[in-house]
């Protein structure tokens, strides 16, 4: 591998990696949801921790 080649692979990876620093991991999060919790029975669950129990990474309860 030539030099150039070399220096040119180095900066693509560094242009890379600092990109995916940039990336918040709630933007990584796949299938975020919101969860809500409502006693009336008008939600997604009755009681938090249900909600909770539920929830994945990522999810706001």
Partial sequence: ???RNLCIMLVALLIITTHATLI???QLAAGQ???IVDQGGNGDYL???E???AANHGDTV
């Fill in 1 to 3: 591998m030539t030099e």
């Fill in 51 to 53: 909600g909770v129990d």
């Fill in 47 to 49: 009681t938090i921790q």
């Fill in 24 to 26: 918040s991991p709630t």
């Fill in 33 to 35: 949801q919101t969860i």
